[in-house]
């Protein structure tokens, strides 16, 4: 219990306390009103005109889509030997790009859920747009094992339980089977929660739009949507339930993935370290990737108001801060390697270390571990420009780890005359750029016909929306 | 139109308020007066009006545990059935029974089972998607979606009268008081 001394004590703020406090920015520029933020983000989406801006980067994006087209074309016409992953390493650019793009979706769905369990104010203005990354994502990430089986056709009854005319069911002893059904559901329940917080917008710009085509498509979305209380009453209950259910699914699918190389007997891979050390990584590199689409959308669509300076310095120490938990994992596994006394633990590390990759461990380090202390400072938080030029490198530096993981366990493991060389073909890079350039492009549709930040939890964040204490709520 | 006789000629009455104050302040004089058949309106959720209109706890978080257990059990019940049934295969020497192997599906397909009862059952309980809805007539409703409050006293009330309930609305200082075309 606190004397109303220290109390009084607490009040009493040095100057220096309250100095930082006004410096803090806050999460949604104040002079806003229900109209001027309902305007703001739903004339991106009703306007007729489309920047410039857009088209170019629009196609750029599609250029890249159509060469996933050209090498999803050739891989099912010539088979995966048009990869470079042969024995013994199986698993390269196909597990690496998965890995990554899954982690990053994992961003969006803790901004949505976790950040909304724990009642962060600043999460609102991101959300939508990290959802929409997280689909986008998922998707990316889901064509590389489907892809990886060579006959995406055949793959549904490997990795399905549906009655075929063979009997022939799924081996859920497998964490590949386990990897299907997180990947499906993570996607299928992000799929629901976007498109429930989508409902209210939609019916906002189906009374905003002029257009009787908008007004039909965003009628027929907004499925009736009228804003009663009764509704209301329910769909914040299920928007809730939806959170509370993500929380746990978000950190369930990461471990999954894991486990594809935790429940191996692979050096490198058989650590129990693998679950926790994943979902950090995860969420690292996925504000990573919010930051990088964060800032160039903020600019050009001139959002600057609703993301504000605040909610890039929390990025920004999130980042800091599930880094460093990365970077513990990298120490773990360098001590569990030397720790166990196994000479194939030992050696994979010293191969990580010294080996043929080991450019690729170092500058993964260099990113993941030493650059990321860069976030400490104040000044750095504060540079928009350069904290964009950052998050592209954790990108990378995310890739890389991947990299290092997968190949380096696996081109030299047990028996030294196995031991060979990965490289990726020019088809595997193909790859990698196209589901960029999918990514990209359903990124760039998405902010041209969609709301970007969800309207009515903006609203909801406006000194309008203060009701006075005498009703008894 | 066979009966017009029968047909009414409102659907209700409805008072355009500017603020989430004015809204709940007159839902719960409403409510004082005896109306029980309205519904308050508004661009964002406003939690004192649950209390205003008298609005029960909702279920879903009933079903939403049912739709979990559901798919829990699917789960388990697939996995064992495949595996030790319709489709056993010696992995490693484990028995076909080998539940730790289980636990990541179940733990899926319970969130799966969960997360579409929230979805379906919350849709399904608010009646949408519906494509006609009366309040749609009233012109000044399309800004329910943006800035304004309307609260919208429904002919069926017993105690609804065209007059009388249109004057005590006009009591509560809205911005306007409209018909609501049936």
């Given at each position: 219990?606190?004397?109303?001394?220290?109390?009084?004590?607490?009040?009493?703020?040095?100057?220096?306390?309250?100095?930082?406090?006004?410096?803090?920015?806050?999460?949604?520029?104040?002079?806003?009103?229900?109209?001027?933020?309902?305007?703001?983000?739903?004339?991106?989406?009703?306007?007729?005109?489309?920047?410039?801006?857009?088209?170019?980067?629009?196609?750029?994006?599609f250029?890249?889509?159509?060469?996933?087209?050209?090498?999803?074309?050739?891989?099912?016409?010539t088979?995966?030997?048009?990869?470079?992953?042969?024995?013994?390493?199986?698993?390269?650019?196909?597990?690496?790009?998965?890995?990554?793009?899954i982690?990053?979706?994992?961003?969006?769905?803790?901004?949505?859920?976790?950040?909304?369990l724990?009642?962060?104010?600043?999460?609102?203005?991101?959300?939508?747009f990290?959802?929409?990354?997280?689909?986008?994502?998922?998707a990316?990430?889901?064509?590389?094992?489907?892809?990886?089986?060579?006959?995406?056709?055949?793959?549904?009854?490997?990795?399905?339980?549906?009655?075929?005319?063979?009997?022939?069911?799924?081996?859920?002893?497998?964490?590949?089977?386990?990897?299907?059904?997180?990947v499906?559901?993570?996607?299928?329940?992000?799929?629901?929660?976007?498109?429930t917080?989508?409902?209210?917008?939609?019916?906002?710009?189906?009374?905003?739009?002029?257009?009787?085509?908008?007004?039909?498509?965003?009628?027929?979305?907004?499925?009736?949507?009228?804003?009663?209380?009764?509704?209301?009453?329910?769909?914040?209950?299920?928007?809730?339930?939806?959170?509370?259910?993500?929380?746990?699914?978000?950190?369930?699918?990461?471990?999954?993935?894991?486990?594809?190389?935790?429940?191996?007997?692979l050096?490198?891979?058989?650590?129990?370290?693998?679950p926790?050390?994943?979902?950090?990584?995860a969420?690292?590199?996925?504000?990573?990737?919010?930051?990088?689409?964060?800032?160039?959308?903020?600019?050009?669509?001139?959002?600057?108001?609703?993301?504000?300076?605040?909610?890039?310095?929390?990025?920004?120490?999130?980042?800091?801060?599930?880094?460093?938990?990365?970077?513990?994992?990298?120490?773990?596994?360098?001590?569990?390697?030397?720790?166990?006394?196994?000479?194939?633990?030992?050696y994979?590390?010293?191969?990580?270390?010294?080996?043929?990759y080991?450019?690729?461990?170092?500058?993964?380090?260099?990113?993941?571990?030493?650059?990321?202390?860069?976030?400490?400072?104040?000044?750095?938080r504060?540079?928009?420009?350069?904290?964009?030029?950052?998050?592209?490198?954790?990108?990378v530096?995310?890739?890389?780890?991947?990299?290092?993981?997968?190949?380096?366990?696996?081109?030299?493991?047990?028996?030294?005359?196995?031991?060979?060389?990965?490289?990726?073909?020019?088809?595997?890079?193909?790859?990698?750029?196209?589901?960029?350039?999918?990514?990209?492009?359903?990124?760039?549709?998405?902010?041209?016909?969609?709301?970007?930040?969800?309207?009515?939890?903006?609203?909801?964040?406006?000194?309008?929306?203060?009701?006075?204490?005498?009703?008894?709520? | 139109?066979?009966?017009?006789?029968?047909?009414?000629?409102?659907?209700?009455?409805?008072?355009?308020?500017?603020?989430?104050?004015?809204?709940?302040?007159a839902?719960e004089?409403?409510?004082?007066?005896?109306?029980?058949?309205?519904?308050?309106?508004?661009?964002?959720?406003?939690?004192?009006?649950?209390?205003?209109?008298?609005?029960?706890?909702?279920?879903?978080?009933?079903?939403?545990?049912?739709?979990?257990?559901?798919?829990?059990?699917?789960?388990?019940?697939?996995?064992?059935?495949?595996?030790?049934?319709?489709?056993?295969?010696?992995?490693?020497g484990?028995?076909?029974?080998?539940?730790?192997?289980?636990?990541?599906?179940?733990?899926?397909?319970?969130?799966?089972?969960?997360?579409?009862?929230?979805?379906?059952?919350?849709?399904?309980?608010?009646?949408?998607?519906?494509?006609?809805?009366?309040?749609?007539?009233?012109?000044?409703?399309?800004r329910?979606?943006?800035?304004?409050?309307?609260?919208?006293?429904?002919?069926?009330?017993?105690?609804?009268e065209?007059?009388?309930?249109?004057?005590?609305?006009?009591?509560?200082?809205?911005?306007?008081?409209?018909?609501?075309?049936?």
């Open positions: 219990m606190a004397t109303p001394q220290q109390a009084l004590h607490r009040q009493a703020v040095s100057p220096e306390a309250a100095a930082l406090v006004a410096r803090t920015p806050a999460v949604i520029t104040p002079g806003h009103t229900f109209e001027s933020v309902t305007e703001t983000i739903s004339h991106a989406v009703l306007s007729k005109r489309t920047p410039i801006g857009w088209f170019f980067g629009f196609a750029i994006a250029i890249l889509l159509m060469v996933l087209n050209v090498t999803i074309a050739n891989l099912l016409f088979g995966i030997g048009i990869w470079g992953n042969n024995v013994p390493v199986g698993w390269a650019f196909d597990i690496i790009n998965f890995v990554w793009w982690g990053i979706g994992h961003a969006g769905t803790l901004i949505s859920a976790i950040l909304l724990f009642r962060q104010q600043w999460r609102t203005s991101i959300n939508r990290a959802e929409a990354m997280t689909l986008f994502a998922v990316c990430a889901a064509m590389f094992p489907l892809l990886h089986t060579g006959r995406p056709w055949l793959a549904i009854y490997w990795l399905f339980p549906y009655p075929n005319t063979m009997g022939l069911w799924p081996q859920f002893r497998s964490p590949l089977i386990w990897d299907v059904f997180a499906s559901t993570y996607g299928t329940v992000s799929a629901l929660f976007w498109f917080g989508l409902v209210p917008d939609m019916a906002t710009l189906r009374d905003r739009a002029k257009s009787p085509i908008a007004q039909k498509i965003f009628g027929m979305l907004a499925l009736g949507w009228r804003g009663s209380a009764r509704h209301w009453h329910r769909y914040e209950m299920a928007y809730l339930l939806l959170a509370g259910i993500s929380t746990p699914l978000v950190l369930s699918v990461h471990s999954v993935v894991s486990f594809d190389f935790a429940v191996s007997v050096p490198g891979w058989h650590a129990t370290i693998f926790p050390y994943f979902v950090a990584g969420i690292y590199s996925g504000f990573a990737m919010v930051l990088t689409l964060a800032v160039p959308l903020r600019k050009f669509y001139g959002m600057e108001d609703f993301i504000t300076m605040r909610h890039i310095h929390n990025m920004a120490k999130v980042m800091l801060v599930t880094g460093m938990i990365v970077a513990y994992g990298y120490a773990n596994e360098a001590f569990f390697s030397w720790y166990s006394g196994n000479i194939y633990e030992q994979m590390m010293y191969n990580r270390m010294t080996g043929p080991a450019v690729f461990y170092w500058s993964l380090i260099l990113i993941n571990a030493c650059m990321i202390q860069l976030f400490w400072f104040r000044k750095v504060d540079n928009v420009g350069l904290l964009f030029i950052l998050s592209l490198f954790v990108n530096g995310m890739w890389l780890e991947r990299f290092i993981i997968i190949v380096t366990s696996l081109h030299r493991d047990f028996l030294p005359s196995s031991w060979d060389m990965y490289q990726p073909t020019r088809w595997d890079f193909g790859m990698f750029a196209g589901t960029i350039g999918l990514f990209l492009a359903l990124f760039f549709l998405f902010i041209r016909f969609l709301p970007a930040i969800a309207i009515f939890e903006m609203r909801t964040i406006v000194p309008q929306a203060k009701l006075s204490t005498e009703h008894h709520g | 139109m066979t009966h017009e006789a029968d047909a009414p000629t409102v659907f209700g009455l409805m008072a355009e308020f500017e603020t989430p104050d004015g809204l709940v302040t839902t004089k409403a409510r004082l007066e005896g109306y029980r058949k309205m519904d308050a309106y508004s661009p964002i959720p406003i939690e004192e009006l649950n209390e205003a209109l008298g609005l029960n706890r909702t279920r879903l978080p009933k079903l939403v545990f049912l739709g979990g257990i559901l798919g829990g059990l699917g789960g388990y019940g697939l996995e064992y059935w495949t595996q030790v049934i319709a489709y056993p295969l010696n992995i490693g484990r028995p076909f029974h080998s539940w730790p192997h289980f636990i990541p599906v179940t733990f899926e397909t319970t969130v799966l089972g969960a997360a579409l009862t929230a979805f379906v059952g919350m849709w399904a309980l608010n009646k949408l998607p519906q494509p006609y809805h009366p309040v749609f007539n009233v012109p000044a409703f399309a329910a979606s943006t800035d304004r409050f309307f609260l919208c006293i429904e002919a069926t009330d017993p105690r609804f065209l007059d009388a309930t249109r004057r005590f609305l006009q009591a509560l200082h809205p911005v306007g008081v409209s018909e609501v075309a049936p």
